[in-house]
Structures are given as structure tokens and as C-alpha cells.
T-cell receptor, first 110, second 112 residues
Framework: GQNIDQPTEMTATEGAIVQINCTYQ??????LFWYQQHAGEAPTFLSY????GLEEKGRFSSFLSRSKGYSYLLLKELQMKDSASYLC???????????FGKGTMLLVSP | DVKVTQSSRYLVKRTGEKVFLECVQD?????MFWYRQDPGLGLRLIYF???????EKGDIPEGYSVSREKKERFSLILESASTNQTSMYLC???????????FGPGTRLTVL
């Protein structure tokens, strides 16, 4: 079966750093995606990790440990516009489908 | 820019009606996907297609069917809508050489 866990909600202050964790237990793992979704909008791609380690892209970084079934998304210098839901998704080989976690709602306050 | 469009942003239908949700992509995506998104449950895969006239069941296909007669268009069909199908429906496309999925804006369907 597939099991993907991430916290339901997190709060942080503008200018701070926040880390959103994602743990997974799944078969056919072929990589891990992070998407951002603002209220009422479509999810948009943030990052994709296939190999272990840290991928940095501006204020956002994503980390993967395949042996531990663990990933995190790190957001630095938080801005109000970063208030959104962050979705962790496992990419499966074969039919190339994604299985999503339930999402983490991040609220950034002044 | 990649473009995935959905025919309606909001739709209200009655129980028992046949409902068509249309999705069109303009980037020659081979794979297309239909999800529904519900509070507390996240995004769940209903059906997907990896080529014209091909379809595969996702995690929650019951009560739904799909049609892909042309590469750019993927339709989700609710044969007889029920109130538990009230949800946000999201379509996505993916090109074979890339792993990222691009999402449409979503259709919020209410079944009364």
C-alpha cells in the first residue's frame, strides 16, 4: 500500500525559515515532487528529487533520503505570499503516476 | 508556457444527471490525468491515459469513466452524478520525456 504523511498545518513568521517534512512508505518509488497550491488555484511545481541529497532553487530547497523514506521542503526568508498548501507526491515508475500526501497548509504571519 | 484548460471553473448539477468535465492541453502531452481534491483527503487519482483511446483506472475510479479520442482532450464522465461526487476536479498533463505534471485550474462541481 501507499502511505504518505505530512503535517496538516504549520505557522511561521515573515522572514523566518520553515521546514515541511514528508515521510512515505510506497512501492515502485521513482522520485519525489513538491507542489505549491494557493487557495482556489491549481498546484504548481516546486521541485523534484530522484537522488539522495539537497536540491536548492532560490529560497526553496528540497531534500530526499530514499533509505529513510523521508523528504523535506525548506523555505527561507518567508514572505506573506508563501502562505499556501504544500503537497508532497511520490512518483511511481511504470505508468508514471503520482500519489499525493494530504498537503500541509502553511500560514505566514507578519 | 504549458497550458492545461478545463471547460468550467464552477458547475452545479442535480443527482442522477450525466456530467461531462472537459480538459484540453496544448503542449502535446502524452499522459493525462484526472484527480479529485477534497478537504482532509488531498488529491486522489481517478483515471489516467497514456495515449489516445487508452485509459487506466487510478485509485478511486468507481462512479466515473473517461474518454480520450484525441491527444489534446481528456474527458471525465459522471454517468449518474451523486452528492458524494461534489468536489474539486483537477486535470493534469505530462509529457513522456518529463516527469512533472502540469495542472489545469480545476472545476468545482456541486451535485445537489
Amino acid at each position: 500500500g501507499q502511505n504518505i504523511d505530512q503535517p496538516t498545518e504549520m505557522t511561521a513568521t515573515e522572514g523566518a525559515i520553515v521546514q515541511i517534512n514528508c515521510t512515505y512508505q510506497t512501492s515502485g518509488f521513482n522520485g519525489l515532487f513538491w507542489y505549491q497550491q494557493h487557495a482556489g488555484e491549481a498546484p504548481t511545481f516546486l521541485s523534484y528529487n530522484v537522488l539522495d541529497g539537497l536540491e536548492e532553487k532560490g529560497r526553496f530547497s528540497s531534500f530526499l533520503s530514499r533509505s529513510k523514506g523521508y523528504s523535506y521542503l525548506l523555505l527561507k526568508e518567508l514572505q506573506m505570499k508563501d502562505s499556501a498548501s504544500y503537497l508532497c507526491a511520490v512518483y511511481h515508475s511504470g505508468y508514471s503516476t503520482l500519489t499525493f500526501g494530504k498537503g500541509t497548509m502553511l500560514l505566514v504571519s507578519p | 508556457d504549458v497550458k492545461v484548460t478545463q471547460s468550467s471553473r464552477y458547475l452545479v448539477k442535480r443527482t442522477g444527471e450525466k456530467v461531462f468535465l472537459e480538459c484540453v492541453q496544448d503542449m502535446d502531452h502524452e499522459n493525462m490525468f484526472w484527480y479529485r481534491q477534497d478537504p482532509g483527503l488531498g488529491l486522489r487519482l481517478i483515471y489516467f491515459s497514456y495515449d489516445v483511446k487508452m485509459k487506466e483506472k487510478g485509485d478511486i475510479p468507481e462512479g466515473y469513466s473517461v474518454s480520450r479520442e484525441k491527444k489534446e482532450r481528456f474527458s471525465l464522465i459522471l454517468e449518474s452524478a451523486s452528492t458524494n461526487q461534489t468536489s474539486m476536479y483537477l486535470c493534469a498533463g505530462r509529457k513522456g520525456s518529463h516527469n512533472e505534471q502540469f495542472f489545469g485550474p480545476g472545476t468545482r462541481l456541486t451535485v445537489l
